[in-house]
């Protein structure tokens, strides 16, 4: 008896040994396609690229780099600090070699969660069901000198020791434009647009306070993340502030109040919009889509579109936003998308698409 | 008969025992009012040491006297204008006097000029308020002249002279056509006494707004005519000016920035595109582009 009980340890322990040696194989290999799509997902969820690699087909003509930097993102994008956080997996057809997967993907990141759908073509070899990852080709921007030599607003203060008369920078003029309150989604929604009338920047926000039928205050919110707050000279910016749990019925007046800052800036980068068009999406929605150019020679890291969209007697109907999860790289369009509502979308006459730049290593 | 003896004795020295008391702080002797920054001094009677005090806005002083001596306050003690107490104190007995210490004569401005930035050619968009103060910076109550000029390099200045009302004088001025450093100056005649304020005077919206369009055969390149205001200043640099182009692939626009008093952009290449510019809320000309065609101009 006292022999056996290590011989049985030992057994064990070499089963479990050879288990966890033989178990990656047997994971490499999905069964069906929606499990290779999950899988690969799965360890793309953990960070483990080389893993989620292993369920990439060969003829996809993909290196791992290429791979987890698709996934993982680069130079500073928002997809650098997101994380995958739900996969949603669904298989829109198949035969026995071939199959594709629809993968709803939920990612979080600092601006909130941010949904992307990818329809993936999955082939069946020798190992199982691989995906065949679309290959992002970027272009190779040719070695060049951009000259960038747009302005650059620095702002000299007055001294705390001048007399109480003495003359200090004003912060900049800015006027709303535009307004309406609308009732959506069980809120109140108030969108209009600004505008710097100055001749020099300004940090901009907008604050609204709604009142009621009785006088009181029903709410008071500021824009948040719908609104470009930085504009220069003659720059027009949309803005939307929510106020959600309020009816449109219980709003008398609404009381706006536009501040401003004098800040300094720079006249740089000029990002084009382009090809905007509003289209349907796979999921049967309505988006508005363009690519985006950064014409500037400096890496733009996270890109924030703003879109307004006016009826056909140009008024403010929404304000949507999205955020590119790509940096935007000098010279190089990128794809944008940003969800329109459905129910809006036939009164839709018109839209304007600005874009709201974040750099890393730039302050203003 | 004896009791009415006492009772007047007993007046009698009450009365001596005061007229002794008045003699000794020879009650104050200050004039009503006094100008500030400037001394006086209180002459007394009687003899023996006494305290004086002087009680005003600016501050609180003590110090002993003799009494038939003159009391000096010095020019110093008096630069606060506002209510002042004097006040001499021999033993258990006070004799104050109040009087007013009022402003000197101006000497000195403190100017607001608002705003600092203005456009050009707006009626009565420039303000000015000037507080006159004398030398110890007491704000003069008594109505006084001042002197407002407004002036742009190269052009005549717009002058205006305005009487204070309780220390204040205020004017308003248009910002002129041209655009520069305008000189705002307050000041009070008869004395070097002024302040100079810098106002801005800036492009205002920008007036017919032109552009044109060419197919380089990569891109079509956009380009506006110098953008001036109506009154023929050109637009600060960094000026937004937003181009469109609409064609059968979508939207395009660029928001491109005002340089050396034109802004340019390149949109992509289309054979049949309407392109538009904008700045601000002002609306420049139409642009179409065809097929085998260069740019077709279209007024707004």
Not at chain 1, 263 to 290: C, N
Not at chain 2, 32 to 39: I, M, R, W
Not at chain 2, 235 to 245: K, N
Request: net charge negative; charged share 20%; glycine share 8%.
């Amino acid at each position: 008896m006292s022999r056996i009980f290590p011989v049985i340890l030992i057994v064990l322990a070499v089963v479990l040994v050879a288990f966890a040696t033989i178990s990656p194989s047997n994971l490499t290999s999905a069964k069906s396609p929606d499990q290779a799509v999950r899988s690969l997902f799965e360890r793309a969820k953990s960070r483990d690229w080389k893993s989620a690699f292993t369920y990439v087909a060969p003829i996809s003509n993909v290196d791992e780099s290429a791979f987890s930097r698709d996934l993982n993102g680069s130079d500073g994008s928002l997809r650098t600090y997101s994380s995958l956080q739900d996969i949603n997996t669904k298989t829109l057809k198949e035969s026995d070699n071939d199959a594709t997967v629809r993968a709803d993907l939920e990612w979080s990141s600092a601006v909130g969660a941010l949904y992307e759908t990818r329809d993936l073509q999955v082939i069946k070899d020798e190992n199982g069901w691989k995906v065949v990852w679309p290959q992002e080709k970027q272009p190779n921007l040719p070695p060049q000198v951009i000259p960038v030599n747009y302005l650059r607003w620095d702002i000299v203060h007055r001294g705390n020791d001048e007399d109480w008369g003495a003359q200090n920078v004003e912060p900049p003029r800015v006027r709303i434009i535009s307004m309406n309150a609308i009732e959506h989604d069980g809120g109140v929604m108030v969108l209009g647009e600004i505008e710097n009338e100055d001749t020099v920047p300004g940090f901009v926000s907008v604050s609204a306070t709604l009142l009621g039928k009785d006088g009181g205050n029903l709410g008071e919110e500021s824009s948040f993340d719908k609104i470009s707050h930085t504009l220069l000279p003659k720059e027009v910016s949309p803005f939307r502030i929510d106020f959600p749990n309020v009816k449109l019925a219980d709003v008398k007046n609404v009381r706006m109040q536009p501040n401003a800052l004098l800040v300094p800036a720079s006249a740089d980068p000029v990002i084009a919009v382009q090809h905007q068009r509003i289209e349907t999406d796979a999921r049967g929605h309505h988006v508005l889509k363009g690519e985006l150019l950064n014409e500037s020679g400096q890496t733009v890291n996270i890109p924030h579109v703003l879109a307004t969209y006016y009826d056909n007697s140009g008024r403010v109907v929404w304000v949507s936003d999205g955020y590119s999860e790509q940096a935007l790289l000098p010279q190089t369009p990128v794809p944008f998308a940003v969800d329109v509502r459905d129910d809006l979308a036939g009164n839709v006459q018109s839209y304007r698409v600005t874009v709201n730049n974040y750099t890393l290593d730039r302050q203003q | 008969m004896r009791n009415i003896c006492y009772i007047l004795l007993t007046l009698a020295v009450c009365w001596f025992a005061a007229y002794v008391a008045h003699a000794q702080t020879g009650g104050l002797k200050i004039p009503d009012q006094v100008s500030a920054g400037e001394g006086f001094t209180i002459p007394t009677s009687g003899s023996g040491d006494a305290t004086f005090y002087l009680v005003g806005p600016g501050g609180a002083s003590k110090r002993s006297i003799h009494l038939g001596d003159e009391i000096k306050v010095a020019p110093e003690e008096t630069r606060t204008a506002g209510r002042y107490i004097a006040v001499l104190r021999l033993g258990r007995e006070n004799n104050s006097k109040t009087f007013f210490v009022t402003p000197g004569k101006p000497a000195a401005l403190n100017f607001l000029a608002r705003p600092s930035r203005v456009p050009a050619a707006k009626q009565d968009a420039i303000s000015g308020v000037a507080f006159v103060f004398d030398d110890y910076k007491n704000l003069v109550m008594a109505p006084a002249p001042v002197n407002f000029s407004l002036s742009l390099e190269q052009s005549a200045p717009t002058m205006r002279t305005v009487p204070t009302k309780d220390g204040i004088a205020w004017t308003q001025m248009n910002s002129s056509r041209s655009q520069g450093a305008a000189q705002f100056v307050a000041s009070l005649p008869a004395t070097d006494v002024s302040v100079r304020r810098v106002v801005q005077q800036v492009a205002a919206d920008a007036c017919d707004l032109h552009m044109r369009a060419q197919n380089t055969g990569k891109a079509i390149v956009v380009e506006t005519d110098p953008i001036r205001d109506c009154s023929g200043n050109a637009v600060p640099d960094g000026t937004i000016v937003t181009f469109t182009e609409i064609d059968n692939h979508g939207r395009s626009t660029v928001d491109a920035r005002v340089k050396r008093d034109i802004a340019r952009a390149e949109l992509p290449l289309s054979d049949n595109a309407t392109i538009s510019a904008a700045t601000g809320v002002v609306l420049g000309n139409e642009v179409h582009i065809g097929i085998g065609i260069g740019a077709t101009g279209g007024e707004r």
